[in-house]
């Protein structure tokens, strides 16, 4: 439910009194805001469609109907607390021509606190624009692989790890550890954090909504430090690969039918018989368990290549359940991605050149000079300790990488849009040419 905006009892009593409505109308214009006007006008014909359709369900309910109505309601509700405060400020601002000085002195102070308001308000309506991504809700997968670097890569692909882990832990995320496999004969680092050398860690986030909370640490991590094998004390550089992808709710039910592993429409569908499955005897620490039975498993997607193998349970079922937990996200992603591209080169996306691909590097971690910097949003956190163990400072600068994301998404918006009214126009002078 929308709130109105509070008006205090000295202006309520000067806005009953008569008013120049000549005044007020050049005061509700659009001029001040900071909302392109593309994308208010785009606001406004969504906001057409959802009155339109919520007066078609009130006769009769139609499910295709309803589920529209509820993709608009974000635009429609975002659009209508947007003009009530553009209201607000008109009035406001109709006050501030009052003869009363303690008025004007209300009026003034209530003014300020509403603009501000106003431009939270412009971006939470920039951002409904955006297209919600398909994997928005679902949980996901962190996939952490120590990239460039040697062993030193290994060892802060752990801290990688344990960072994200502490970070759910202590948002009250649900997580699972669905592999991490150590380098075999390699010691642990002697230093304060005793990191291992990481070969792969994938966290599951059990959580609804984590792949969208997460989407925007997928890249490369670099970090520089001394390690605590250097004897001369120089600096060294390596980076560490992540990988997010969408991984399935416990109640598979639940998913819609383009998002569900068993439909054959959707992107997570993979054919078994389009697997070829291999049964290995686990390798590593683990006891008389390991090199005795044949509990690890490998799936090879043959028309891909793509290719996971799960050794970390001693049951072989559970090895083959993550597995194929694995494989589908890993595919699912990279449908996903070849049709992201299709479409980019089909429309020519504004933002196709600034897009950041998986290899790119995306932060910073530097250990002389205790900062944390993201190179997207710019922003940078001198607290690194804080931000190795998944505290508030982590929280800012995802949060960042995520605001970050929006303004490039409401970017592309904003030329599609621009592009559209420009294409009918461009028709026209064409065909008076002729």
Same mark, same amino acid.
Not at 66 to 71: D, I, M, T, W, Y
Not at 204 to 217: P, S, V
Not at 278 to 305: C, D, F, W, Y
Not at 425 to 432: F, I, L, P, T
């Given at each position: 439910?929308?709130?109105?905006?509070?008006?205090?009892?000295?202006?309520?009593?000067?806005?009953?009194?008569?008013? !120049?409505?000549?005044?007020?109308?050049?005061?509700?214009?659009?001029?001040?805001?900071?909302? %392109?006007?593309?994308?208010?006008?785009?606001?406004?014909?969504?906001?057409?469609?959802?009155?339109?359709?919520?007066?078609?369900?009130?006769?009769?309910?139609? %499910?295709?109907?309803?589920?529209?109505?509820?993709?608009?309601?974000?635009?429609?509700?975002?659009?209508?607390?947007?003009?009530?405060?553009?209201?607000?400020?008109?009035?406001?601002?109709?006050?501030?021509?009052?003869?009363?000085?303690?008025?004007?002195?209300?009026? #003034?102070?209530?003014?300020?606190?509403?603009?501000?308001?106003?431009?939270?308000?412009?971006?939470?309506?920039?951002?409904?624009?955006?297209?919600?991504?398909?994997?928005?809700?679902?949980?996901?997968?962190?996939?952490?692989?120590?990239?460039?670097?040697?062993?030193?890569?290994?060892?802060?692909?752990?801290?990688?790890?344990?960072?994200?882990?502490?970070?759910?832990?202590?948002?009250?995320?649900?997580?699972?550890?669905?592999? $991490?496999?150590?380098?075999?004969?390699?010691?642990?680092?002697?230093?304060?954090?005793?990191?291992?050398?990481?070969?792969?860690?994938?966290?599951?986030?059990?959580?609804?909504?984590?792949?969208?909370?997460?989407?925007?640490?997928?890249?490369?991590?670099?970090?520089?430090?001394?390690?605590? =094998?250097? =004897?001369?004390?120089?600096?060294?550089?390596?980076?560490?690969?992540?990988?997010?992808?969408?991984?399935?709710?416990?109640?598979?039910?639940d998913m819609p039918n383009e998002q569900s592993f068993n439909d054959p429409n959707s992107i997570f569908y993979v054919d078994p018989r389009e697997v070829k499955e291999e049964k290995m005897r686990a390798g590593g620490a683990g006891g008389q368990h390991v090199n005795k039975t044949e509990s690890a498993i490998r799936l090879?997607?043959?028309?891909?290549?793509?290719?996971?193998?799960?050794?970390?349970?001693?049951?072989?079922?559970?090895?083959?359940?993550?597995?194929?937990?694995?494989?589908?996200?890993?595919?699912?992603?990279?449908?996903?991605?070849?049709?992201?591209?299709?479409?980019?080169?089909?429309?020519?996306?504004?933002?196709?050149?600034?897009?950041?691909?998986?290899?790119? #590097?995306?932060?910073? $971690?530097?250990?002389?000079?205790?900062?944390?910097?993201?190179?997207?949003?710019?922003?940078?956190?001198? !607290?690194?300790? !804080?931000?190795?163990?998944?505290?508030?400072?982590?929280?800012?600068?995802?949060?960042?990488? #995520?605001?970050?994301?929006?303004?490039?998404?409401?970017?592309?918006?904003?030329?599609?849009?621009?592009?559209?009214?420009?294409? %009918?126009?461009?028709?026209? #002078?064409?065909?008076?040419?002729?």
């Amino acid at each position: 439910m929308l709130t109105t905006q509070w008006v205090c009892r000295r202006c309520i009593k000067a806005l009953a009194r008569p008013q !120049n409505r000549q005044f007020l109308r050049l005061a509700s214009t659009d001029t001040n805001t900071k909302l %392109p006007v593309v994308l208010l006008k785009r606001a406004r014909n969504i906001a057409a469609e959802h009155e339109k359709l919520a007066s078609a369900l009130a006769t009769e309910f139609d %499910p295709k109907t309803a589920k529209r109505l509820g993709e608009l309601s974000r635009v429609a509700n975002a659009l209508r607390e947007w003009e009530a405060t553009q209201s607000s400020i008109a009035e406001l601002t109709t006050l501030l021509q009052s003869n009363d000085t303690e008025l004007r002195q209300l009026a #003034k102070e209530e003014l300020s606190t509403t603009n501000v308001k106003l431009n939270s308000l412009a971006a939470a309506l920039s951002a409904s624009l955006t297209p919600r991504d398909p994997f928005a809700d679902m949980p996901c997968l962190l996939e952490v692989r120590p990239g460039p670097g040697g062993m030193e890569g290994r060892y802060f692909a752990d801290a990688i790890f344990r960072m994200y882990r502490s970070y759910c832990s202590r948002k009250g995320l649900r997580t699972n550890v669905l592999k $991490y496999e150590i380098v075999d004969g390699a010691e642990a680092s002697t230093g304060g954090s005793s990191e291992s050398p990481l070969h792969e860690g994938i966290l599951e986030i059990l959580d609804a909504g984590a792949f969208d909370k997460f989407r925007g640490e997928a890249g490369m991590h670099r970090v520089q430090r001394v390690p605590w =094998t250097e =004897t001369s004390g120089r600096t060294h550089t390596s980076a560490v690969a992540v990988w997010v992808l969408p991984s399935f709710p416990d109640n598979e039910d639940d998913m819609p039918n383009e998002q569900s592993f068993n439909d054959p429409n959707s992107i997570f569908y993979v054919d078994p018989r389009e697997v070829k499955e291999e049964k290995m005897r686990a390798g590593g620490a683990g006891g008389q368990h390991v090199n005795k039975t044949e509990s690890a498993i490998r799936l090879t997607h043959e028309p891909t290549g793509v290719t996971v193998s799960m050794q970390d349970s001693r049951s072989q079922h559970r090895n083959r359940e993550s597995a194929w937990t694995l494989l589908r996200s890993r595919i699912g992603q990279r449908r996903r991605e070849e049709r992201e591209e299709e479409a980019r080169t089909l429309r020519n996306n504004v933002l196709s050149k600034d897009k950041i691909a998986r290899g790119s #590097k995306i932060r910073t $971690y530097n250990y002389t000079q205790d900062r944390c910097s993201d190179h997207r949003s710019g922003l940078d956190v001198h !607290n690194l300790p !804080n931000v190795l163990e998944g505290g508030e400072a982590l929280e800012r600068i995802i949060e960042s990488a #995520k605001e970050w994301l929006v303004s490039q998404e409401i970017e592309a918006v904003i030329a599609e849009e621009e592009a559209s009214t420009a294409a %009918p126009s461009n028709a026209v #002078k064409k065909g008076k040419k002729r």
